[in-house]
């Protein structure tokens, strides 16, 4: 198992073997594939075509030809129908971790004991799945999944924050056209990197010479404003982001002072709501002060630390009331050997002797994996002729072009690809979704884009859900993303008219 490509940002995918991606035989997904199939999703029972195919699409960068997979409800209206276009991070990796994780019809049914073996997780159908709301396309950019640059296109022509959404923007465009979909309600949803990716894509979408108003976004795991969270040693406020993931990791593996007065009778939600209190009042004031502090302060806001964090006062003192997302994986459960997962800190693993916090929730992704492959083979019938590229062999972040910036944590304003879509419809919402054990992208990251990104608060809806980067992997999560997801959907899209006209 390789590193991640970007530690704190990339998609829980990223861990995984790269392949290089190679042009597709002609042959292969030369005409759709097409299966059909029943569930329930949202309490209805649905019929629907799953079709996986080839989109060719151009842009000034070059030619590409990304394969998707969709779930159409059958006999729905295409006019109103609404569409949901989703997609992993990165960069790059294809889309079949939300695929199979959460979104799709059928989804990994892990068990709420993560310590149950991973290699047991089977295939189960997906209640939780949003397709009784709307149509799901899960696309893979160029050099992931199936998808291939067309020949003459280097496949570096793609990997840039414009030119990876400029595809992507223009795969929404053709395959709406395709389908007779130019109508629908659009929405995207992206995950971790995705996010970045779904605000450019609302950007060039919004602010292109045939604007295509999206109905609203939604940015799982985000990463949009990552500037304002990495944690920088200098950047206090990015201590005061990371405290109520903290918080909830402590909570979590038993390590919070539940006898503190202050927390009796508190469930979890109401003990982050208490952190994030301290974090922005007590925690900020005295981290801005820094050196200027005074001691009974300072003694004082670490005492509080530790009681949310499970890290002694005497750390937090002689550390300037600071503790890394990243050390405090290693800190937290050194007393056992143990270090916390990244992408999910429920997940532990022996602390290796040699140092380095290795990344146990990898397990998650590595089933989901697993899973992807044998459910395109035998329900969905793709031919096992081609290798489906988990990973684009994007290494660092020099290989990526980030624009004015050298790297993700460059001041490159995402979120003004947000801005630009609200100002182009008056019915776009957003939703920004996060997961309470993701020492990658933390709930108070995602409350600082909801906040200070200078959006109408009417139009964003916030939202924390149990388990980490890959939250649907726990039952309740993929459920109440869904919910999320249809609530989305039934304020900004028309009223649907029922079945389509025979």
């Known amino acids: 198992m390789r590193a991640l490509l970007l530690p704190l940002l990339l998609c829980a995918a990223a861990q995984l073997h790269a392949q290089t991606a190679m042009p597709l035989p002609p042959t292969v997904l030369a005409t759709p594939v097409i299966t059909h199939h029943k569930g329930t999703f949202g309490g209805q029972t649905v019929a629907y075509t799953a079709r996986v195919e080839a989109t060719e699409v151009k842009t000034a960068d070059g030619a590409a030809r990304l394969v998707s997979f969709a779930y159409l409800r059958d006999g729905a209206n295409p006019a109103t129908r609404p569409v949901l276009f989703a997609f992993n991070g990165g960069p790059i990796v294809a889309s079949a971790y939300v695929h199979v994780g959460g979104l799709g019809p059928r989804r990994a049914a892990f068990p709420d004991d993560i310590a149950a073996d991973p290699a047991k997780v089977t295939l189960a159908d997906n209640p939780a799945s949003p397709l009784d ?18 020949p003459g296109t280097d496949p570096h022509a793609f990997w840039s924050v414009r030119a990876d959404a400029a595809q992507v923007a223009a795969f929404i465009r053709a395959w709406l056209a395709a389908h007779g979909r130019t109508g629908a309600p659009v929405y995207v949803l992206g995950e971790s990197y995705g996010t970045n990716r779904a605000c450019e894509i609302a950007r060039q979408l919004a602010q292109g010479p045939d604007p295509l108003p999206l109905a609203g976004v939604v940015l799982y795991g985000q990463a949009a404003n990552i ?53 922005k009042g007590d925690y900020l004031t005295v981290l801005y002060q820094g050196s200027a502090a005074p001691l009974a302060d300072r003694a004082r806001v670490a005492a509080r630390l530790a009681a949310f964090t499970g890290i002694p006062a005497t750390w937090y003192l002689a550390h300037d009331l600071r503790i890394s997302k990243e050390r405090y994986r290693v800190e937290l459960l050194k007393d056992k050997g143990l270090v916390l997962g990244r992408m999910d800190a429920r997940y532990t693993m022996p602390a290796p002797a040699t140092g380095g916090a290795p990344d146990a929730s990898e397990a998650i992704t590595d089933t989901l994996a697993r899973l992807f492959e044998r ?53 776009f919402q957003v939703l920004v979704a996060n997961g309470y054990y993701d020492t990658q992208t933390t709930m108070g990251g995602a409350e600082l884009l909801a906040t200070q990104s200078g959006w109408d608060p009417q139009r964003v809806t916030l939202r924390y859900y149990d388990g980490g980067h890959t939250g649907y992997s726990v039952a309740a999560t993929a459920q109440a993303l869904g919910n999320d997801i249809r609530m989305l959907i039934s304020r900004t899209a028309p009223v649907q008219t029922g079945q389509a006209p025979r």
């Open 227 to 279: 500037i304002e969270y990495a944690q920088r040693p200098a950047n206090v406020t990015s201590y005061v982001a990371s405290l109520p993931t903290l918080a909830a990791i402590a909570w979590y593996h038993g390590k919070a002072d539940r006898q503190d007065p202050a927390f009796q009778g508190m469930d979890l939600p109401a003990f982050l709501a208490a952190a994030r209190a301290f974090a």
């Open 133 to 150: 709301a709307a149509d799901l396309v899960f696309v893979d950019p160029a050099s992931t999944g199936f998808s291939t640059v067309a």
């Open 375 to 427: 459910y395109r083979r035998e329900e969905l019938k793709v031919a096992d002729t081609q290798p489906y590229v988990l990973s684009a062999s994007v290494e660092g972040f020099d290989q990526w072009g980030w624009g004015s910036g050298a790297s993700p944590f460059a001041d490159w304003p995402y979120y003004q690809g947000i801005t630009a879509m609200m100002a182009a419809n008056p019915r």
